[in-house]
């Protein structure tokens, strides 16, 4: 109750000239899961600027240990929402691991994430790169001046292992792009073998975000993708490098999502569509005026029960800059983005890019059509929700009209070819011509059948 009376306080005293519509709530005590990353950070400022209590909602926010006691957790009711993994929703929803229906109203962001070499891997890399006239090196960084490393490693007998935070995270696929873009193959999944390592180059494993650093120290992998602040929390320690953030890889790629079940969803559609204004409140707040508000962000965010991290080290990121090596600090202005580029909206096109690689890689075992993408993306994320919403915080004076994709068939735009790493367009509305067009990783019929690709 303590923690509920502040919010409280601290609704009153934030609370401007408009005010929001309270709507015949189903259920107003809730208690959201998250992990400490940056990106979690729309649910922060909701609670902390006061705007789920503006909605009647009383909110409890509850770090969790892992992606998957954070899932389970949604699945099992002990947690009436959370901040997700994009691919947790669409595996869970197809039954790639756990199985049940899951949806997002909300995109929790874009971009936000970055790739982190030990130091004595940087230092083998670094004559394989391009540098600048200042002696800087060239970004983006090409995993092809990882593979020599990787090569070198392969002949001594040593395995060269990187982490990532979860099968089915961004993370992953971002990871495994990067070394396919390189022309190192980060594995498969098939099966039987669930572990991503069939036919690697890069053995990728599990890592959970806060002991990324700490792992990567003790020697255990050779580098890693994770979200902030894990990337620049090995710059301030110097045990490592970043070496290409994900807005390098892909320009304003889809991040983490707010997920709930659907039985949630259809039982309490009130409250959805509540904790759906509060949250975009806070998009809102996070991007509006050039970044403004993001020190006081920062500050939030900083706090044990949220990230808990140095402010300083969060800052890194979050303030539109991002530091490589150590005072080779670059101007990032879309790192982290929340709101612009209406990150908020839930694309079909973002779905099925990640169920894409989903398919790439082998945790889809068989070939699906490209109608079968569609109808994924359509169960699992709900722009229908997320814009009645934005339709009660137009009306209501909160938002305004042109921030909001109204007449969207929910399909971004191709992805031009200069916005990738690898030089391929995406078009989420061709996922089989784009799984085509990609040098590797499994096409049209083929299959992985124990350690080899058949069809």
């Known amino acids: 109750m303590k923690k509920v009376f502040f919010g409280l306080a601290a609704s009153v005293a934030l609370a401007g000239p408009a005010f929001a519509e309270m709507l015949d709530l189903e259920k107003d005590e809730l208690t959201f899961g998250f992990i400490k990353l940056t990106d979690m950070a729309p649910l922060a400022v909701a609670y902390e600027q006061g705007y789920f209590l503006d909605e009647g909602l009383f909110v409890t ?63 083998q890399m670094k004559p394989n790169i391009p540098t600048m006239d200042d002696g800087r090196p060239q970004h983006p960084i090409s995993a092809s001046a990882l593979a020599p490393v990787v090569e070198k490693y392969k002949s001594e007998g040593k395995p060269f292992n990187m982490g990532m935070v979860f099968p089915v995270s961004t993370h992953n696929y971002e990871l495994r792009y990067w070394l396919a873009a390189g022309g190192l193959h980060p594995g498969y999944y098939s099966t039987d073998n669930i572990s991503g390592q069939i036919a690697a180059d890069v053995l990728l494993s599990v890592t959970p975000p806060p002991q990324m650093p700490a792992t990567l120290e003790a020697g255990t992998i050779y580098g890693y ?29 889809p991040e983490k999502v707010f997920g709930i079940s659907a039985e949630f969803a259809q039982q309490y559609p009130n409250t959805t569509k509540a904790v759906t204004k509060a949250l975009i409140r806070a998009a809102m707040w996070l991007d509006e005026n050039d970044n403004a508000n993001r020190m006081e962000a920062v500050e939030i965010l900083s706090k044990p029960e949220y990230v808990g991290a140095d402010a300083e080290v969060i800052a890194n990121s979050m303030t539109g800059t991002f530091e490589y090596e150590k005072g080779d600090k670059r101007e990032v202005p879309d790192f982290n983005v929340f709101f612009r580029y209406n990150a908020t909206y839930p694309f079909y096109s973002d779905a099925v890019w990640y169920l894409t690689q989903m398919r790439r890689w082998g945790q889809i075992a068989e070939a699906k059509s490209d109608e079968w993408y569609d109808e994924v993306a359509r169960k699992v994320y709900r722009p229908d929700i997320y814009l009645e919403a934005a339709r009660l915080l137009v009306d209501e004076g909160l938002a305004n009209e042109a921030d909001f994709p109204w007449d969207s068939d929910g399909y971004k735009a191709p992805t031009p070819a200069a916005d990738i790493i690898d030089g391929i367009e995406y078009d989420g509305k061709a996922p089989n011509a784009y799984l085509d067009s990609l040098p590797i990783g499994l096409k049209g019929q083929q299959k992985v059948v124990g350690n080899e690709v058949q069809g």
């Open 61 to 123: 926010l509850e770090a969790q240990a892992n992606w998957k006691v954070l899932l389970d957790g949604v699945i099992g009711g002990q947690l009436d929402g959370a901040h997700m993994l994009a691919g947790q929703p669409l595996a869970a929803t197809i039954g790639f691991g756990t199985e049940a229906h899951i949806i997002t109203p909300f995109s929790m962001d874009l971009n936000g994430n970055g790739i982190t070499v030990s130091n004595e891997i940087w230092e």
């Open 225 to 253: 993708c994770v979200g902030e602040p894990w990337n620049q929390q090995a710059v301030f320690k110097g045990i490592g490098v970043p070496v290409i953030t994900d807005y390098e890889l892909w320009k304003n790629n």
